[in-house]
């Protein structure tokens, strides 16, 4: 029994000194579109187990290659003028090396006139570097205007079977996307495709939104709670406060119209939107956002972003007029 008990031991000791001669696994693959390589992409390979994600860039073939522990991934990545990349569930053993190649289409608003032009301007320019800026009362400064960012790491929610149903259909027809028909984008997308121009005071922080209807938003820092009644709207009603260097903004009072993406994921009045502002250097501002809306989810969901201060540009004017009666979309 002894000697049974030996060779058991010996054989889990050897197997276990095997797996840790293996060594890591690797993730690698190629990005490519249309036009041939995606050169100088940002990849993230995230940890499904403990969430810590892992940042690199793609060569000048389109390449990227990156050692892991065995695990399960999800890598994403997001690049100007092109669909988001999210490859989720990447299983990857010890010493194996798992492809993730992917052509990317292009972004569906590519192709639209005065739509996202600033961005293809600004693809080879780098943010300025430094340290972030501070006001007089020693909380971080926000203020500037900033360049939007897509969702780096984009969630799947657990919808509701109606909201599941709603979803699919939207999906089909991107047209009907109250953005395309010159109506409000909401709270989620303030940062997802236009130029925003951020002024914080103490007592009140105000986003100007280009290319975006009503285009201003306010954001009440002086300490007043939410009125007890509110007529639901496409901005809602926002308050502020700082936890830390954080700016925390909370809103509720929000319609039911929203898209809270191209995708079309829906919005109803029950949902309450949680957004934490950091500005860890000069030149960017991240941003975390909770969607907290039992109407249609089952549990709240999660988009972050980074955006990229734009010293050279300027809110400029924009008209959005008579979009609806456009019979030709492509869906």
Not at 118 to 140: H, I, Q, S, V, W
Not at 184 to 209: E, F, N, Y
Request: charge should be negative.
């Amino acid at each position: 029994m002894r000697a049974a008990c030996t060779v058991v031991l010996l054989s889990f000791l050897c197997a276990a000194g095997l797996a840790g001669q293996a060594g890591p696994g690797r993730i690698s693959g190629r990005l490519t579109g249309a036009r041939g390589p995606i050169a100088d992409a940002e990849v993230r390979i995230k940890d499904a187990a403990s969430e810590q994600v892992t940042v690199t860039r793609t060569s000048a073939a389109g390449e990227f290659d990156v050692a892991v522990p065995a695990g399960t991934y999800d890598v994403f990545s997001s690049t100007v003028g092109y669909a988001v990349l999210a490859r989720r569930a990447v299983t990857v053993a010890p010493a194996a090396t798992v492809r993730v190649d992917a052509t990317l289409a292009d972004n569906p608003n590519a192709g639209t006139p005065g739509e996202i032009f600033f961005l293809y301007e600004r693809a080879g320019k780098k943010p300025p570097t430094g340290a972030a800026p501070r006001t007089r009362d020693g909380k971080p400064d926000l203020s500037g205007v900033w360049y939007p960012g897509p969702d780096l790491e984009p969630e799947v929610p657990a919808m509701l079977p109606w909201a599941e149903e709603v979803f699919k259909k939207r999906s089909a027809r991107t047209g009907d996307d109250p953005r395309a028909q010159c109506l409000p984008s909401g709270i989620v997308r303030t940062h997802g495709l236009d130029l925003a121009k951020i002024v914080q005071t103490p007592a009140l922080v105000i986003m100007l939104v280009e290319s975006s209807v009503p285009g201003v938003r306010q954001v009440f820092m002086d300490g007043r709670p939410h009125p007890a009644s509110l007529e639901p709207s496409w901005l809602g009603h926002s308050i502020g406060r700082w936890e830390g260097d954080t700016l925390v903004i909370d809103t509720i009072g929000l319609n039911d119209r929203v898209w809270q993406d191209l995708a079309g994921h829906p919005q109803t009045e029950k949902a309450h939107v949680v957004e934490r502002y950091r500005r860890p250097d000069l030149g960017h501002l991240e941003i975390e956002i909770t969607i907290d809306d039992p109407g249609a989810y089952l549990r709240p969901w999660n988009v972050r972003r980074r955006l990229d201060l734009a010293p050279d540009e300027e809110i400029l004017e924009y008209i959005c007029h008579e979009n609806h009666k456009v019979e030709h979309f492509v869906n």
